[in-house]
């Protein structure tokens, strides 16, 4: 959670939070409050504004997987603990994950909530010379290789992706 005296950050692991919380220490109108990386909201303050950044359920599940593989991230350490890295090798050819574009970002900078900004026109301008800033590839997961069933429970478990927020379904 990255906290603005006039707004809040909720950082989702691996949904670009990076790259916008960069942005956000950047160009933002007022000083951070509080700054506690993917931290989960203590108490909502009502007049402050919320957002948070999301990424496609299963491109997300996979780049967390990918995490492992480059020896990093919380359970790459509890699976080399328990001998079990063999379970998290990231191999699979001929599939390529690209972090979806901020856009959303963009609409957040020069639409209603501008006012959060101080140089709204020199952020967007930022945000198109950095357009591949958060571009990350995988070693190999072909989404058209896994199997229905865990695509079918992935579309399940995250339905507010395609119910709300305008994800397309992985299954009709």
């Given at each position: 959670?990255?906290?603005?005296?006039?707004?809040v950050?909720?950082?989702?692991?691996?949904?670009?939070?990076?790259?916008?919380?960069?942005?956000?220490?950047?160009?933002?109108?007022?000083?951070?409050?509080?700054?506690?990386?993917?931290?989960?909201?203590?108490?909502?303050?009502?007049?402050?504004?919320?957002?948070?950044?999301?990424?496609?359920?299963?491109?997300?599940?996979?780049?967390?997987y990918?995490?492992?593989?480059?020896?990093?991230?919380g359970?790459?350490?509890?699976l080399?603990?328990?001998?079990?890295?063999?379970?998290?090798?990231?191999?699979?050819?001929?599939?390529?994950?690209?972090?979806?574009t901020?856009?959303?970002?963009?609409?957040?900078?020069?639409?209603?909530?501008?006012?959060?900004?101080?140089?709204?026109?020199?952020?967007?301008?930022?945000?198109?010379?950095?357009?591949?800033?958060n571009?990350?590839?995988?070693?190999?997961?072909?989404?058209?290789?896994?199997?229905?069933?865990?695509?079918?429970?992935?579309?399940?478990?995250e339905?507010f992706?395609?119910?709300?927020?305008?994800?397309r379904?992985?299954?009709?």
């Amino acid at each position: 959670m990255l906290e603005f005296e006039d707004f809040v950050y909720l950082d989702v692991q691996k949904t670009g939070s990076t790259t916008i919380r960069r942005f956000l220490n950047r160009f933002s109108r007022t000083r951070v409050v509080q700054d506690d990386k993917h931290a989960p909201v203590e108490r909502r303050d009502p007049d402050k504004l919320y957002i948070i950044s999301c990424r496609d359920p299963l491109k997300q599940y996979l780049s967390l997987y990918l995490h492992g593989p480059s020896d990093k991230g919380g359970l790459r350490a509890r699976l080399n603990k328990a001998d079990m890295a063999h379970f998290y090798d990231g191999t699979n050819e001929g599939f390529a994950v690209k972090t979806e574009t901020l856009t959303d970002l963009r609409n957040l900078v020069m639409g209603e909530h501008t006012a959060l900004f101080y140089d709204p026109n020199r952020a967007d301008r930022f945000l198109d010379k950095d357009k591949q800033a958060n571009t990350s590839t995988n070693p190999g997961i072909d989404l058209e290789a896994l199997s229905p069933a865990l695509v079918a429970r992935v579309q399940e478990r995250e339905w507010f992706f395609f119910d709300h927020l305008g994800y397309r379904p992985y299954i009709a």
